[in-house]
T-cell receptor, first 110, second 115 residues
Framework: DAKTTQPNSMESNEEEPVHLPCNHS???????IHWYRQLPSQGPEYVIH???SNVNNRMASLAIAEDRKSSTLILHRATLRDAAVYYC???????????FGQGTRLTINP | DTGVSQNPRHKITKRGQNVTFRCDPI?????LYWYRQTLGQGPEFLTY????????KSRLLSDRFSAERPKGSFSTLEIQRTEQGDSAMYLC?????????????FGSGTQLSVL
């Protein structure tokens, strides 16, 4: 399974932007980059995904490097409710499943 | 609420007993997944169904584990002769087959404690 590398933990302050990095140097041309997050005592929740171009939705933005070997999830204005574990995952065409790593535990300080 | 529903939310059992969990996916979703998550780890894939067909099983799914989705709707995951190592959160997810950018929708999980 294609792997992603994320920092174990990050910390930020409320109402500030947060940039969560992810490395995926073994990505192939048809692999989608997905981000999910998991709040305490809940199942994972879809955040955003992309293939080549940067993507924006109401939750976050996804910036994808030109060579696609890394990406960054951007939370534009963090709130306390954004404290969660964030998973960067490659959705491999034909694999039909998400393979989770350990993710980044994001702490938001008031 | 039309999200993924899992029952029970919590299950405590004694070692050696059998347990069964149920997952009700989002109604129009034809794919259903089971994952297992232990404390501090990301979810681990166990198996998935497309309609009623079980298409893939992880090596993690030993002979004591069996999953069914008899009519392509709800699914059950049974663990026979439970062991303490089976203690974990069991997560169910569903999706609508489509492009490779399909999203998975997860339930809140069933927390199993084997004493």
């Amino acid at each position: 399974d294609a792997k992603t590398t994320q920092p174990n933990s990050m910390e930020s302050n409320e109402e500030e932007p947060v940039h969560l990095p992810c490395n995926h140097s073994t990505i192939s041309g048809t692999d989608y980059i997905h981000w999910y997050r998991q709040l305490p005592s809940q199942g994972p929740e879809y955040v955003i995904h992309g293939l080549t171009s940067n993507v924006n939705n109401r939750m976050a933005s996804l910036a994808i490097a030109e060579d696609r070997k890394s990406s960054t999830l951007i939370l534009h204005r963090a709130t306390l409710r954004d404290a969660a574990v964030y998973y960067c995952i490659l959705f491999i065409q034909g694999a039909q499943k998400l393979v989770f790593g350990q993710g980044t535990r994001l702490t938001i300080n008031p | 609420d039309t999200g993924v529903s899992q029952n029970p939310r919590h299950k405590i059992t004694k070692r050696g007993q059998n347990v069964t969990f149920r997952c009700d996916p989002i109604s129009e979703h034809n794919r259903l997944y089971w994952y297992r998550q232990t404390l501090g780890q990301g979810p681990e894939f166990l198996t998935y169904f497309q309609n009623e067909a079980q298409l893939e099983k992880s090596r993690l799914l030993s002979d004591r584990f069996s999953a069914e989705r008899p009519k392509g709707s709800f699914s059950t995951l049974e663990i026979q002769r439970t062991e303490q190592g089976d203690s974990a959160m069991y997560l169910c997810a569903s999706s609508l087959q489509g492009a490779t950018n399909e999203k998975l929708f997860f339930g809140s999980g069933t927390q199993l404690s084997v004493l």
